[in-house]
C-alpha cells in the first residue's frame, strides 16, 4: 500500500492505521473470537448465555451447510437473472421437480449418484426449452416474462401434487455417505477427564462441500472460459454482445440450462438431507429471492456472502429464538436493502 | 357535457356525464342483484367478488398508476383482518380483547394503510420486478411468520369465530346486509381510485411511472410519492380484509399465503390494469371459476386451470380483458387520458 493511501493526521500522527488495516484488524479479531468460541472448552457464564456450546456450534454448523443448499438454489437464479433480467419466480418449482425425478430415479435404479445426475440433466432440459418454447417471445418484456414464471410455477405446483400427491418422500442417500463424523471440537470434559466431540452428520458435510465446488466451478467457468466471457460480456451490455457476432441467444440458453439444472441438482441433494413435500417449491423460492436480494442480483460471489447470511440466521434464530426466526432473515433483508438497494455485491442501477 | 342552459336539470345532468351512463346503469344492477340472487350467489359470489377485487384493486392502483407491482397486498388485508380477529372477538381462546366495532375498524384499516407504507418504504427504491421480489418476499415472510408464531397469530389454526357486528339495528352478518355493505365500500373505494387518478397526486404518481428522473428534476419527492400510494393501497386493501375476515368468520395463515398472493395478481391481470374496473371484472371470472370449474375440471385440478388462463391472458393480451376489449372498441383505451386532458390545470 503506498504512502499517499493512507490517511495521515487522524490520531496526530501515532499509530495513523489507514482504513483498509483497521478493517483488517476487526476481521482478525472478529476470527479470533469465533476460532476461540468454536475450540475452546466454554466457561460456566457463555454456556448460560447461550443455552450450550452444541447448541450454539450445531446451530452454526447447521447455518453453514443449509447456506451451501441455498447457494446451490440461488446461484442458478441468480446467474439467469443476471443476464436475462428473467426474475424466475418458478425457479422454486424446478427444485422440487429436481427433488421428485431424483427420487424416482434413485428409488427405480437403487444408485443415487444416477438420481442427483437425472435431477441435473432433466431440469437443464426443461430450463433450455423454457428459454427457448417461452422466454425468447418475449424476450425483453421483463414483467411478461415474470407474469409467465408465476404462471408456470402455479401450473407445475398443481401437476406436481396431482403426480406425487401430498406425500413426503425422502431420498435415500447411498451408505457411504451416511453416519456422523467426530469433529475436533470439544464442548465439554466428563468427570474422567475424557473429552466429548461434536458428532455431526457426514452427509450434510459432503453437501457444504459440493456447494464450495460448484461455486469454485460457477467461478471458473465464468471468469476462465470462452462461454464464461460471453456470459459476462452479456451481463454488462446485452446488446453490444450480439454486435460483436455472438449468438446471443445460444448463450441464453446454456445459462438457463446452467441454472435450472442447478436447481434440480440442488432439489435431489436437499431432498437427500432433508425431505421432498410440496410446499418446499416455496420454500426454496423465497430463501433464492432473500438470497439474491441481500447478496446483490446478477452475482455468484453475492449469493455465496447472501447464502451464508441467510442460511446462519435461520438456524441461529431457530436455536435462540424460535417462532421469530423468520423475522431476522426479514431484518438483514430490510437492513440490507436500506444501506445498499443493490445488495451486498450487486452493482448500482 | 356541460349545457348552456341553466337550472337543476342540467346540473343534474352534469352530474351524470360526469359518471357516465355505463357506471349507473352497472350500479343500478349490482343494487337488484339481492332480487333475484340467492344466499349463495350473494355471499359466495357476489360479497366474495366485491371483497377480492378490491384486493386487486390496491394492487392495480399500485401497478396501473404507479408502475409497482405489489405481491404483498395480501398480506395487507390479512394484517387488518389478523387485527380485527386479535383485538376483536374470536372463539379461539387467545387473544380477542373485545374492542367496540368503531374503534376497532378504522384502527384495523390504519394497520392496514401503516403496513402497506412500510411495505412500500423497503421497496419503493427499487421498480419494476425487483418490487415483485422483495414485495413476494415480504408476503411469504408474513405467510410464514403468522404460520409460526402462536403468541400473536396463534400460529397454523389461525383465529376462528370472528363475527360482523351489529348496529344501527341490523345483522350485518346476514347476506343482504353483508352483500351491501360489501358493495357500499368497494363503490367508496372504486371511487376513490378513478377520482384519486384525475387528482393532482393521481397525476403525479403516473408521472412518476413514467419517467421518475424526469419527475425529480422537477422537484417531486418520488419516494415520498410512491410511500403514499403504498399508504392509500393499504387503506383500501385493509378494508377488503375487515371486510374478508367478516366473511369467512375465520383467518388463517393459509389465507395469506403464496398461492393467495399470486391469486390476486392473477385476478388483477386476468381483468386488466388499465381501468379500475379490471380487478372487480376480473375477481368476478376467478370467483365464478373457481365456484364452476369443478364441475370441468374437478376440484383438484383448479390451479392448473386457473394458471392455463392465466398463462393464455398474458401471452395474448398483457392489458388482460380490458385489453381485448379496447383493441374492438379504442375509445376506452383512450378514456383515461382525455379525462386526464379535460382536468383543470392548477
Known amino acids: 500500500m503506498s504512502v499517499l493511501d493512507q490517511r495521515v493526521g487522524e490520531g496526530a500522527g501515532v499509530g495513523a492505521f489507514s482504513r483498509r488495516q483497521a478493517w483488517g484488524l476487526v476481521w ?322 | 357535457m356541460m349545457t348552456e342552459t341553466a337550472g337543476r336539470r342540467s346540473r343534474l345532468e352534469a352530474v351524470f356525464g360526469e359518471i357516465g351512463a355505463a357506471h349507473i346503469a352497472l350500479l343500478a344492477a349490482l343494487l337488484v342483484y339481492p332480487v333475484i340472487a340467492s344466499d349463495f350467489f350473494l355471499t359466495q359470489i357476489g360479497a366474495y367478488s366485491l371483497i377480492f377485487g378490491m384486493i386487486a384493486l390496491s394492487l392495480m392502483m399500485l401497478a396501473g398508476y404507479g408502475g409497482m407491482i405489489s405481491l404483498a397486498q395480501i398480506s395487507v388485508a390479512g394484517l387488518a383482518a389478523y387485527t380485527i380477529a386479535i383485538l376483536g372477538e374470536n372463539n379461539s381462546g387467545v387473544l380477542g380483547f373485545g374492542w367496540p366495532w368503531w374503534i376497532l375498524v378504522p384502527f384495523a384499516v390504519a394497520v392496514g394503510g401503516i403496513a402497506s407504507a412500510l411495505i412500500g418504504a423497503v421497496s419503493a427504491r427499487t421498480d419494476g420486478i425487483y418490487t415483485i421480489m422483495i414485495t413476494l418476499a415480504i408476503a411469504t415472510a408474513v405467510f410464514y411468520f403468522a404460520q409460526q408464531n402462536y403468541t400473536l397469530f396463534n400460529g397454523f389454526p389461525g383465529f376462528t369465530g370472528v363475527r360482523a357486528p351489529e348496529f344501527w339495528g341490523v345483522r350485518w352478518r346476514d347476506p343482504a346486509p353483508f352483500y351491501y355493505l360489501c358493495l357500499a365500500v368497494a363503490v367508496l373505494a372504486y371511487g376513490a381510485v378513478l377520482y384519486g387518478s384525475r387528482s393532482t397526486f393521481g397525476l403525479a404518481l403516473q408521472a412518476i411511472r413514467d419517467n421518475p428522473r424526469r419527475m425529480r428534476a422537477l422537484g417531486f419527492h418520488v419516494t415520498a410519492h410512491k410511500i403514499a400510494a403504498f399508504f392509500y393501497a393499504g387503506i383500501i386493501a385493509g378494508l377488503a380484509g375487515v371486510l374478508l375476515v367478516w366473511l369467512n368468520g375465520r383467518i388463517s395463515p393459509g389465507t395469506i399465503g403464496v398461492g393467495a398472493a399470486t391469486n390476486v395478481l392473477i385476478i388483477a391481470v386476468i381483468g386488466g390494469m388499465r381501468h ?52 374492438f372498441k379504442p375509445h376506452f383505451a383512450q378514456e383515461s387520458l382525455r379525462s386526464g386532458a379535460s382536468a383543470p390545470l392548477n
Open chain 2, 276 to 327: 379500475p374496473i379490471g380487478p372487480f371484472l376480473g375477481a368476478l371470472i376467478v370467483v365464478l371459476m373457481q365456484t364452476f370449474a369443478i364441475d370441468i375440471v374437478g376440484a383438484e385440478r383448479f390451479n392448473t386451470l386457473i394458471g392455463l388462463v392465466f398463462l393464455v391472458i398474458v401471452f395474448v393480451s398483457p392489458d388482460g380483458l380490458l385489453g381485448l376489449w379496447s383493441r
Open chain 1, 28 to 349: 482478525l479479531l472478529a476470527a479470533a473470537l469465533l476460532a476461540w468460541l468454536t475450540f475452546a472448552v466454554w466457561p460456566a457464564w457463555l454456556n448460560a448465555v447461550l443455552i450450550s456450546k452444541k447448541a450454539f456450534v450445531s446451530s452454526i454448523l447447521n447455518g453453514v451447510t443449509l447456506a451451501g443448499l441455498y447457494f446451490l438454489v440461488a446461484s442458478g437464479f441468480t446467474l439467469v437473472f443476471g443476464l436475462m433480467r428473467n426474475v424466475n419466480l418458478a425457479h422454486g418449482s424446478l427444485y422440487l421437480l429436481g427433488a421428485y425425478i431424483g427420487y424416482e430415479v434413485s428409488a427405480r435404479t437403487g444408485y443415487w449418484l444416477a438420481g442427483v445426475a437425472a435431477g441435473f440433466i432433466a431440469l437443464a432440459i426443461i430450463g433450455l426449452a423454457m428459454q427457448v418454447f417461452v422466454f425468447r417471445r418475449i424476450e425483453g418484456d421483463d414483467l411478461r416474462q415474470t407474469l409467465v414464471t408465476i404462471g408456470i410455477s402455479i401450473v407445475a405446483a398443481d401437476l406436481m401434487l396431482w403426480m406425487w400427491t401430498g406425500t413426503t418422500y425422502q431420498i435415500t442417500t447411498p451408505e457411504w455417505l451416511d453416519g456422523a463424523v467426530k469433529l475436533p471440537i470439544i464442548t465439554a470434559y466428563r468427570s474422567n477427564g475424557d473429552a466429548v466431540f461434536i458428532n455431526y452428520p457426514f452427509y450434510r458435510l459432503v453437501v457444504l462441500g459440493v456447494a464450495i465446488a460448484v461455486g469454485v466451478g460457477l467461478w471458473l467457468m465464468l471468469n476462465r472460459t470462452r462461454v464464461g466471457m460471453m456470459i459476462r460480456a452479456g451481463v454488462d451490455d446485452r446488446a453490444m454482445l450480439s454486435a460483436s457476432g455472438v449468438n446471443v441467444h445460444a448463450v441464453f440458453a446454456i445459462v438457463f440450462a446452467i441454472g435450472a439444472g442447478l436447481a434440480g441438482f440442488a432439489g435431489v441433494v436437499g431432498g437427500s438431507a432433508l425431505s421432498v413435500a410440496p410446499g418446499e417449491d416455496v420454500r426454496y423460492l423465497l430463501a433464492s429471492l432473500v438470497v439474491v436480494i441481500v447478496g446483490g442480483m446478477g452475482s455468484i460471489t453475492g449469493a455465496a456472502i447472501g447464502a451464508l447470511l441467510i442460511g446462519l440466521a435461520e438456524q441461529i434464530g431457530l436455536v435462540y429464538f424460535p417462532t421469530y426466526g423468520i423475522v431476522l432473515t426479514f431484518v438483514i433483508m430490510v437492513v440490507t436493502l436500506a444501506i445498499r438497494p443493490q445488495g451486498i455485491m450487486g452493482r448500482a442501477r
